[in-house]
C-alpha cells in the first residue's frame, strides 16, 4: 500500500521554523511531483509548493522566500523548511505526490496520492 507520511509539525511562536518531512514508500518516489498542500481552519486547500523529478521548485506567493522544497531521492523523502512563520500559516500541511505537474489541481483527488497531514500552529 503507497504510504505518505507527514512529521514536524507543532506548536511555533511567530517567527519561528519548523521543518516538515513527508516519508514516501510503494511507489517510484524519484518519478512524481511532490506537493505540500495546506488547509487553514474554515479554508479550502492552498497548495503552496512543489518539486519536480529534478528538482526544480515552485512556491505561492505567500510562502515565497520563507519556505524552501527540498527532496532526497535516496531517503524517498521531501522536506519543508518553514522559516519567519506567521499566525495565518497555521494549517494542516499535507503532502501529495503525482507523476504530472497538475497546474489546476484543487482537491486530494487531483492527485495520485495523498498524505494524512501534519498539524502547525503559530501562535504566540
Known amino acids: 500500500q503507497v504510504q505518505l507520511v507527514e512529521s514536524g509539525g507543532g506548536l511555533v511562536q511567530p517567527g519561528g521554523s519548523l521543518r516538515l518531512s513527508c516519508a514516501a514508500s510503494r511507489f517510484t518516489f524519484r518519478s512524481y511531483w511532490i506537493y505540500w498542500v495546506r488547509q487553514a481552519p474554515g479554508k479550502g486547500l492552498e497548495r503552496i509548493s512543489g518539486?519536480?523529478?529534478?528538482?526544480?521548485?515552485l512556491y505561492t506567493d505567500s510562502v515565497k522566500g520563507r519556505f524552501t522544497i527540498s527532496r532526497d531521492n535516496a531517503e524517498n523523502t521531501v522536506y519543508l523548511q518553514m522559516n519567519s512563520l506567521k499566525p495565518e500559516d497555521t494549517a494542516v500541511y499535507h503532502c501529495a505526490a503525482d507523476r504530472l505537474f497538475r497546474p489546476l489541481a484543487s482537491s486530494q483527488g487531483d492527485y495520485d496520492y495523498w498524505g494524512q497531514g501534519t498539524q502547525v500552529t503559530v501562535s504566540s
Open positions: 518539486i519536480n523529478t529534478g528538482g526544480g521548485t
